[in-house]
């Protein structure tokens, strides 16, 4: 089967650094998704990784270790616009293509 | 582009009842997907369509469950009869098949409510 893990939730101070960990146990594994998703709102495309190593796009950041099964998406400078829910998703090849997401960690921004 | 569209944005509807929702994809997007989200389950795949065709299923919770794509610009996924289990918000996604790392774009969901 598929089992995406990763934090149920994560408090930050504005300005601060979070890191938001996923650990996956895929057959198939294509690569790694982060979504963000405002409450009430859609999922949004953050990040992809397909090979090993980081991915900086701006304030945000992922990272992938297929051998270890492992991703974070590191977001620095928080602002409070970025207290969400962070979903990690594994791409699976089956027939097709397929995201298979984990549970969402929520982060909450403080002043 | 309009994005991934959803109808309506918002059921209720009492137990029993015949629920129908709809997605019109991204134009040019050939495969789409169907998710249920809950607080207890989280985002869940119900069913996925490539060039129109279901591609697997096996997300479907059950019977009362079935998704059609009569065209590349339409999907349509019902539920009879709905139970209150059934509440849940409901999106529908759609993308290139490759994916080309952008991964799935996502309609704005249809918040169900089963009375």
């Known amino acids: 089967g598929q089992n995406i893990d990763q934090p149920t939730e994560m408090t930050a101070t504005e300005g601060a650094i979070v890191q938001i960990n996923c650990t996956y146990q895929t057959s198939g594994f294509n690569g790694l998704f982060w979504y963000q998703q405002h409450a009430g709102e859609a999922p949004t495309f953050l990040s992809y990784?397909?090979?090993?190593g980081l991915e900086e796009k701006g304030r945000f950041s992922s990272f992938l270790s297929r051998s270890k099964g492992y991703s974070y998406l590191l977001l620095k400078e928080l602002q409070m616009k970025d207290s969400a829910s962070y979903l990690c998703a594994a791409l699976i090849k089956a027939a097709g293509n397929k995201l298979t997401f984990g549970g969402g960690t929520r982060v909450l921004v403080k002043p | 582009d309009a994005g991934v569209i959803q109808s309506p944005r918002h059921e209720v509807t009492e137990m029993g009842q015949e629920v129908t929702l709809r997605c019109k994809p991204i134009s040019g997007h050939n495969s789409l997907f169907w998710y249920r989200q809950t607080m207890m389950r989280g985002l869940e795949l119900l069913i996925y369509f490539n060039n129109n065709v279901p591609i697997d299923d096996s997300g479907m919770p059950e019977d009362r469950f079935s998704a059609k794509m009569p065209n590349a610009s339409f999907s349509t996924l019902k539920i009879q009869p709905s139970e209150p289990r059934d509440s849940a918000v409901y999106f529908c996604?759609?993308?290139?098949?490759?994916?080309?790392?952008?991964?799935?774009?996502f309609g704005s969901g249809t918040r169900l409510t089963v009375v």
């Open positions: 990784n397909v090979l090993d």
């Open positions: 996604a759609s993308s290139l098949g490759g994916l080309g790392g952008y991964g799935y774009t």
